[in-house]
């Protein structure tokens, strides 16, 4: 059975997309902890982060980078941390999270709960700043 994850990758159902290559998808989390919450998610569906491809796995972070860099440039923040919790979804996938404290990284806090007007805008002042 594919994720929901696996079905965004397919272009089964919409995402907020930041950033795509040939392994990864970066999009935004509809459930976020912070303006900017991104996830960066692996293309092969596989549920623990340590279990993907080591291609994959050391391929991440540099994919990963320019977009931590864009999202602390459209929401400053002391520094966009990387959470990998997985258990939400059954497929691996890292949280970038702009942070002013640790308590920012605490997922099992309140969610803000944004409208589709704010997702977009959101989105388009990540891709203001995000260089490939």
Do not use: W
């Not at 907020?16 to 970066?26: G, R």
């Amino acid at each position: 059975m594919s994720s929901i994850f696996s079905k965004i990758i397919n272009n089964e159902i919409p995402a907020y997309k930041i950033a795509e290559n040939n392994q990864f998808i970066a999009i935004l989390d509809i459930f976020p902890v912070a303006y900017g919450h991104t996830l960066v998610i692996p293309k092969v569906e596989i549920d623990a982060i340590f279990d993907i491809p080591d291609a994959y796995l050391q391929n991440i972070l540099i994919f990963a980078k320019p977009i931590a860099v864009a999202i602390k440039s459209a929401y400053p923040c002391n520094r966009v941390n990387i959470i990998t919790v997985g258990l939400e979804v059954p497929h691996a996938h890292i949280h970038l999270i702009p942070t002013m404290t640790t308590t920012d990284m605490n997922i099992l806090r309140p969610k803000l709960n944004l409208s589709v007007s704010e997702l977009q805008k959101v989105q388009s002042n990540i891709l203001t700043y995000y260089k490939a």
